[in-house]
């Protein structure tokens, strides 16, 4: 797994899009995890609920082998760090 941005600026209510890549041959498992200030890491999203989060969403590409993370809206709160795993 790799995430090529360390931080990310997003004016409020602009898209925003963290990225995630992964080299593996089979049938990837992937998630999002976020944790806001203060508090404990929490799943956000898995690839297999097709759910919306928070307006957040996650599309497995499995031809370019990337799972990122995007809304379309940025809030002020949306501010956290975001690990694929």
């Not at 297999?48 to 969403?57: D, L, N, P, V, Y």
């Amino acid at each position: 797994m790799t995430q090529p941005e360390d931080h990310i600026s997003v004016f409020e209510r602009s898209p925003v899009q963290v990225k995630c890549n992964y080299s593996y041959s089979g049938s990837p498992v992937l998630f999002w995890y976020v944790q806001y200030p203060k508090q404990h890491l929490q799943l956000l999203l898995k690839h297999i609920s097709r759910e919306s989060i928070r307006g957040f969403t996650a599309h497995l590409d499995k031809k370019e082998a990337s799972f990122h993370l995007k809304k379309p809206s940025a809030q002020e709160e949306d501010s956290a760090v975001y690990y694929c795993a």
